[in-house]
């Protein structure tokens, strides 16, 4: 069984860099066909996609935060990380890391993404 | 990026109910859309994906339908369980991005 764990301070200051970190068991982030996401919920609100990394080490990013945004992958640990650089109390939220799977369509030859396993969420508070 | 707008924001409906949710993109994505369900404090769950393929485990209960720009997320008898917040999300190109979500309650 997939599963991820998010992990990092809860609390970081304005003008500082957010850091979390996304453990993953059951599964190699190197063996491929996945992609690894991160997505954010500010309290109350929907869901905002901030980027995602492919076992090769390619990176997409939203492009509201590609400025402030590293993501890179430790594949000996079995983990990927969020960096999120000069923070203010908009980045207060929880942060979620996901695992895209692939879905193949026999029928339409098409190939489907779906965020199929999440971890719990890790809420991270920016303020002095 | 492609804007996703999801209708109603909110539902109050009692168990046992038909339960149709609406998500219309910006643009065509084709049948690129996911659906997810999410109760409080709980990440968000894969229920459907490809616009109307169930996800593996997932209650038939749930169904999906639409191409282009107009999908909907169907629950046929709505269960105790089902009371949560629901998001539509295209994958059809990045940055992914996600309707304002449904919420649905118990009236």
């Known amino acids: 069984q997939v599963q991820l764990q998010e992990s990092g301070p809860g609390l970081v200051k304005p003008s500082q860099t957010l850091s979390l970190t996304c453990t993953v068991s059951g599964g190699s982030i190197s063996s491929g066909s996945y992609y690894l996401n991160w997505i954010r919920q500010p309290a109350g609100k929907g869901l905002e996609w901030i980027g995602r990394i492919y076992a090769s080490g390619i990176t997409n990013y939203n492009p509201s935060l590609k400025s402030r945004v590293t993501i890179s992958a430790d594949t000996s640990n079995n983990q990927f990380s969020l960096k999120l650089s000069s923070v203010t109390a908009a980045d207060t939220a929880v942060y979620y890391c996901?695992?895209?799977?692939?879905?193949?369509?026999?029928?339409?030859?098409?190939?489907?993404?779906?965020?199929?396993?999440w971890g719990q969420g890790s809420l991270v508070t920016v303020s002095s | 990026d492609v804007q996703m707008t999801q209708s109603p924001s909110s539902l109050s409906t009692s168990v046992g109910d038909r339960v149709t949710i609406t998500c219309r993109a910006s643009?065509?994505?084709?049948?690129?859309l996911n659906w997810y369900q999410q109760k409080p404090g709980k990440a968000p769950k894969l229920l459907i994906y490809?616009?109307?393929s169930l996800q593996s485990g997932v209650s038939s209960r749930f169904s999906g339908s639409g191409s282009g720009t107009d999908f909907t997320l169907t629950i046929s008898s709505l269960q105790p369980e089902d009371f949560a917040t629901y998001y539509c999300q295209q994958s059809y190109s990045t940055p992914y991005t996600f309707g304002l979500g449904t919420k649905v309650e118990i009236k």
């Open positions: 996901a695992r895209e799977a692939a879905f193949f369509d026999f029928w339409s030859g098409n190939q489907y993404y779906g965020l199929d396993y």
């Open positions: 490809a616009a109307s």
């Open positions: 643009q065509s994505i084709s049948n690129y």
